[in-house]
């Protein structure tokens, strides 16, 4: 669906933008005519940089309204960096700023299958960011219970957070549904900081249960395979 746009301001003169300008400031009165040629006799006058840094400003809106965000937020940047002392435009400047960087900031769509939850778990954990990763997999463990997978990332994701008692009991759910995990277990390094803990130990020894209530081999995704080439 077309995400909606906020309307984008009219382009606007030099004498326009400095008119306004002066307005917020509260330097000029606010009937100041769009047409005229030059500032009332009672604004102060303006520094040169002033119209050069109108000038890149006005680039920028042109580029905005082409939706060429990249290049409005360049043009943008550069008035706040090259002019410094331009305050009364900057404020202006970073409204437009901010309308670039939320449009030109890629939005990637949640989520939504247990198969995209895994996968982006998946890409979470090989990233080092923990939480979110724990966040997607408990949105698949509620969904579907007996998820090994699900259950073995939990671990790893625990394991890596620094949480023990978490870990190891997420690893001796998977492993029960999954003997597999068993083995996997025992040579992952990103379990390397449970093997002091007895109840790891134990973990990796406990009895699967019944092949009638487990979970077969099958259910393991290429997404666990991807998740063993470490970055």
């Not at 082409?66 to 940047?77: I, N, P, S, V």
């Not at 895994?118 to 979470?124: F, G, I, K, R």
């Amino acid at each position: 669906m077309a995400k909606q746009r906020r309307p984008l301001a009219p382009r606007q003169t030099k004498t326009q933008v400095a008119a306004s300008s002066a307005h917020v400031a509260g330097s000029v009165s606010s009937t100041t005519s769009a047409g005229a040629g030059s500032l009332p006799s009672s604004a102060p006058a303006r520094r040169s940089t002033y119209f050069e840094a109108v000038a890149i400003y006005e680039r920028g809106l042109e580029a905005l309204q082409r939706h060429d965000f990249h290049a409005a937020g360049d043009l943008f940047e550069s008035v706040l960096r090259q002019y410094p002392e331009e305050k009364e435009l900057h404020e202006r400047v970073r409204l437009y700023l901010n309308i670039c960087q939320r449009q030109a900031t890629p939005r990637e769509a949640a989520p939504r299958t247990l198969e995209e939850r895994l996968y982006a778990a998946t890409l979470a954990i090989n990233g080092g960011k923990y939480d979110h990763a724990i966040s997607e997999l408990r949105l698949v463990r509620d969904e579907d219970p007996d998820n090994d997978h699900a259950l073995y990332m939990l671990a790893v994701a625990h394991a890596q957070r620094g949480e023990p008692a978490e870990a190891i009991a997420h690893l001796e759910r998977a492993i029960a549904l999954n003997p597999e995990n068993r083995a996997l277990a025992r040579a992952d390094l990103d379990l390397e900081p449970l093997r002091g803990d007895d109840a790891f130990r134990t973990a990796l020894d406990t009895a699967a249960l019944p092949r009638s209530t487990a979970r077969t081999a099958n259910t393991r995704s290429a997404q666990g395979q991807e998740r063993r080439v470490r970055r």
